[in-house]
């Protein structure tokens, strides 16, 4: 069983940075494919970007692609979602999600990821 914690959601102003971070109970996490995600009011969640369990593997949606970069520190169970040159459209809460399918590619689908944080709130002012 994995168990994931989202932190350092916030109100930032358009064009600054945050991030956020995922912590990963469970060892079994450093072998999970690991997905970024949000969800805005009224929208759909969808995806933000993935990284394989070694972490030389990233996808970014193309809403966020040179904006976001997320990374991975497998000793200690974290998963980063660097996010730069933030604007309103990116309000939402976030989400990140654990594959432990073994499949070796990152998938976009949230139906493919088993386990979720709580999410974390971010809301950018224009």
């Known amino acids: 069983q994995v168990q994931l914690v989202e932190s350092g959601g916030g109100l930032v102003q358009a064009g600054g940075s945050l991030r956020l971070s995922c912590a990963a109970s469970g060892r079994a996490f450093t072998n999970y494919y690991t997905g970024w995600f949000r969800q805005a009011p009224g929208k759909e969640r969808e995806f933000v970007g993935g990284i394989n369990w070694s972490g030389d593997t990233s996808y970014y949606a193309y809403s966020v692609k040179g904006r976001f970069t997320i990374s991975r520190n497998n000793a200690n169970n974290t998963v980063l979602l660097q996010m730069n040159s933030l604007n309103s459209e990116d309000t939402a809460v976030y989400y990140c999600?654990?594959?432990?399918?073994?499949?070796?590619?990152?998938?976009?689908?949230?139906?493919?990821?088993?386990?979720w944080g709580q999410g974390t709130q971010v809301t950018v002012s224009s």
């Open positions: 999600a654990a594959d432990p399918s073994r499949r070796t590619v990152i998938s976009t689908r949230a139906n493919d990821y088993d386990y």
